[in-house]
């Protein structure tokens, strides 16, 4: 025992320090892209209603006049001290922004990925069981309409469906105000619960279902077919057919030996599927006008506010790189072969 | 276990054959594709007595695995199953997955041959043992599981403190010991072991060799043993088959057999036989015929040299011979019963004109 947990000590450590390349790596491709894409910034930003000469003070404030180097090395520095700058057009702190607006983001991530799991998980086992089925069939189509459908059309099509039934079908932010929450954790749930508001709490739920459906809908898809392709594959395994051969029933052999096994890699599947969970928040928070950091960087997008676009990116970079981590962590303890 | 070989040795005193644990009659395993059948065992007939070891021999891919798995009924969906395999008087062919699945185990083992690939990554050896011996024997405590695998282990020199490791802990040939050991822990009167040393170095050969060749003597296991190996065969094993396309043309005692063969084929094979006097490189041209087609007449003769013109539309039927040899080739037949001859047409028995098979044809 203790031998395990040394190996699996030693592998935190090892991915701990690996995550250090990957975080400037990342940091510098963001902080690039920023400065390639297309247009001045500061007098985008401003929509050409300021003087030149401002408009150099607005520069030098945000350290745009800097050589690049040195721009480079305060902007990893900063992010160091997790100081990921202050927004152009209304001042605001971009960890403040993350910390108001961040709540309503997680609960719909989170949400996004309960439904896909709850979906997701039988569909694929089962479509991989029993292969070639009507059900299999059924799984597939499901899979890729669902994976092709761009998230506004998936979430109108919710709302159409919703709208006028029991299910609301947008904004969060009324609510918020009407049934007067103190905002402690800046996430509308766990506030409703702290204050014991039990109404709150089930209109927060109702608020969540569609949009979380949305975005679940569409990571959902890969995940079935990836489940779906691992039951397949670990299903011909030599190990299945020697449990087999030692007269092992047949429900453990496909419960214990092949679905365990074939969902390792949907584990780490799932890690990378957190990006496009992201990307895909931020067009559900659009479609259903979710305050979510989402949300936010499409206005600062539209307002050419360019350091509070690379202060939203610099955290999302930040949070993909930490799922990453996570989810390695926990195939560590699934399964062995990872630790040595 | 010491009743058993006392049993066994008076029987054998008594010069009479003892009942078979497993009498194979005329099995044929199709695999379904989408080109049709492929009539991978094609009426196989065998037996297999307590305590004796049966080797399986012949090229690859005439169908010494899928014999192997047929009699175990473990064969991929689409797979076709006739003829009898008769386990202590159970038909297995046909009998429903439930009870074949409660046979394996107990009664019918498997080994395999690549053990690196054949033990659950996720599950520490000794949860291995517990899920076996949990599903065949209900009642057993935790202490006498432990106690049950642990015997098993040392028995394959698999030391007690390696019981809680995983499967990637251990070299390719101690996970073939522990393949064996948990075929073994359950006590099988029937075992098949397929090419279970081939992954295998020779030293690691040797030693699972010797391990399987003691399992008649101290649990009077029934043990059918498929290699390449001719030399394992000569050394480990009481009886022989040779199998070619699906057929076993020719089967009986090891030693007798490999001292006087006498199918066409089994020469061939024996005569290919690299060992340290052989001088010159001796090899089979052509190469089997594809079991997709439907074949008639005698399978090997577009490469037996001593074929006849009727051999290629007659199949030879299967004749015993001195010593109890049997072998499926005309000559034996006619020499056996002239009167056979009549069915191979009247210049039927012209030397077949030999095709040339040269080695550009089969690069
Ligand atoms: N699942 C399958 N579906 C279709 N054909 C198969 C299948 N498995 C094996 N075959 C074919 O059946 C024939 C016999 O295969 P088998 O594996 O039994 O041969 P083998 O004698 O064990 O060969 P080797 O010595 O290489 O292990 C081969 O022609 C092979 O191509
Ligand atoms: S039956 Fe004819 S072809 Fe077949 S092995 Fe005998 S001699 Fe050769
Ligand atoms: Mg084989």
Known sequence: MSKQSGGLGRYIVQRLLLAVPMVLILLTLVFVLMRVAPGDPVSAAAGGKLSAAQLAEKRHIAGLDKPLLEQYWNYISNVAHLDFGTTFVDHRKVTDLIVDNGGATLSLTIGALIVAILIGLPIGLFSGRFRDSAFDVGARVFSITTYAAPVFVTGLLAQLVFSGGSLPVSDQADQLMSLNVDTTTHIYIVDA????????????????????????????????????????????????????????????????????????????????QVAMLLGGAVLTEKTF?????????????????????????????????????LIDFVNALIDPRVRY | ????????????????????????????????????????????????????????????????????????GLTPTGTALSGVVDFKGTNLVGLPPKRLQKLRGPDLGLIFQEPMTRLNPLMKISEHFEEALRTHERKLSKTAIRERALEALRGMGIPPSRYNSYPHEFSGGMRQRIMIALALVLRPAFVVADEPTTALDVLVEAQIIKILADLRKNFDTALVLITHNLGIVAEACDRVAVM??????????????????????????????ISLSTTGLHYIPGSPPDLGRP????????????????????????????GGVRSACWHQALEADPSLGEELGKDGREPLAVKEISVADEA
């Open chain 1, 193 to 272: 619960m702290i204050a014991g508001n039990w109404d709150a709490v089930n209109d927060a739920l109702l608020h969540l279902v569609l949009p979380s459906v949305t975005l679940g809908l569409l990571i959902v898809g890969v995940f079935i077919r990836m489940i779906r392709v691992n039951v397949i594959q670990t299903l011909q395994g030599d190990y299945i057919e020697a449990a087999r051969a030692r007269g092992i029933k047949e429900s453990a052999v496909v419960t214990k030996h092949a679905f365990r096994n074939a969902l390792v890699p949907v584990i780490t599947v799932l890690g990378l």
């Open chain 1, 289 to 325: 006008n979710w305050p979510g950091i989402g949300l936010m960087l499409i206005q600062y997008i539209n307002q050419r506010d360019y350091v509070a676009v690379q202060g939203i990116v610099t955290v999302f970079a930040l949070v993909v790189v930490f799922i990453s981590m």
């Open chain 2, 1 to 72: 276990m010491a009743t058993t070989t006392a049993a066994a040795e008076a029987a054998d005193a008594a010069g009479g054959e003892r009942e078979p644990v497993l009498s194979v009659r005329d099995l044929r395993v199709w695999y379904g594709t989408e080109r049709g059948p492929v009539r991978a065992v094609d009426g196989v007939t065998f037996d297999v007595r307590p305590g004796e070891t049966l080797g399986l021999v012949g090229e690859s891919g005439c169908g010494k695995s899928t014999l192997g798995r047929g009699v175990l």
């Open chain 2, 244 to 273: 070619y396309a699906g057929h076993i043309v020719e089967q009986g005692d090891a030693r007798e057999v490999f001292a006087n063969p006498q199918h066409p084929y089994t020469k061939e094979l024996l005569r290919s036989t």
């Open chain 2, 295 to 322: 074949l008639e007449g005698c399978r090997f003769a577009a490469r037996c040299p001593v074929a006849m013109r009727g051999c290629e539309e007659h199949e030879p039927p299967e004749v015993v011979l001195a």
